[in-house]
């Protein structure tokens, strides 16, 4: 069975801090791991892939293997930040979005 | 920027009504999906939808949900009997197909069953 964990609901940082969202997956095949966020009454989009290995908005994601983990990190937080951050997976090398998302972690960025 | 749209963003329905919610997917997209959220919990894979059949559906999706691509632009989620517990935000998604494609999400219709 596929299973995406966000242990964290919310997340509370002033700005400037660095921020870690922990996502940790369970998945017997090679998954292929997404980071969507949600801003403030806007539509889930896409934020970053694991397979692109590039960093958006400051944010960069590493897949581990080892540890079944695809957290989401930023050294310096911005009140621009603030959002709804959903861990995603799917298995690699199928053609379509059939996602297994978490259950999201708040981020609230204070000044 | 393509956008996938909805309608409506809000809909109240008695139990027990029909209701059909509406997608606009991107137009060059092959791919349709429909997803939910119960509040207060994760969002969650219903059906996807593919050369006008469905590819797959969770268990989530029984008889009582069907899909459509009416025409050429639309994509539909039909509830046949709605229940309280199908209140929840629905997201209609959509995405060309392959490795390294992403689903792009509609605003999602926020259905309340009363």
């Known amino acids: 069975a596929q299973r995406v964990t966000q242990p964290e609901k919310l997340l509370s940082v002033f700005k400037g801090a660095p921020v870690e969202l922990k996502c940790n997956y369970s998945y017997s095949g090679s998954p292929e791991l997404f980071w969507y966020v949600q801003y403030s009454r806007q539509r889930l989009q896409l934020l970053l892939r694991?397979?692109s290995r590039e960093s958006i908005k400051g944010f960069t994601a590493d897949l581990n293997k080892g540890e079944t983990s695809f957290h989401l990190k930023k050294p310096f937080a911005q009140e621009e930040d603030s959002a709804m951050y959903y861990c995603a997976l799917k298995p690699m090398n199928t053609g379509f979005q059939k996602l297994v998302f978490g259950t999201g972690t708040r981020l609230l960025v204070s000044p | 920027e393509p956008e996938v749209t909805q309608t409506p963003s809000h809909q109240v329905t008695q139990m027990g009504q029909e209701v059909i919610l509406r997608c606009v997917p991107i137009?060059?997209?092959?791919?349709f999906y429909w997803y939910r959220q119960i509040l207060g919990q994760k969002v969650e894979f219903l059906v996807s939808f593919y050369n006008n059949e469905i590819s797959e559906k969770s268990e989530i999706f029984d008889d009582q949900f069907s899909v459509e691509r009416p025409d050429g632009s639309n994509f539909t989620l039909k509830i046949r009997s709605t229940k309280l517990e199908d209140s929840a935000m629905y997201f209609c998604?959509?995405?060309?197909w392959g490795v390294g494609t992403e689903a792009f999400f509609g605003q999602g219709t926020r259905l309340t069953v009363v």
């Open positions: 998604a959509s995405s060309e």
């Open positions: 694991h397979i």
């Open positions: 137009s060059n997209h092959l791919y």
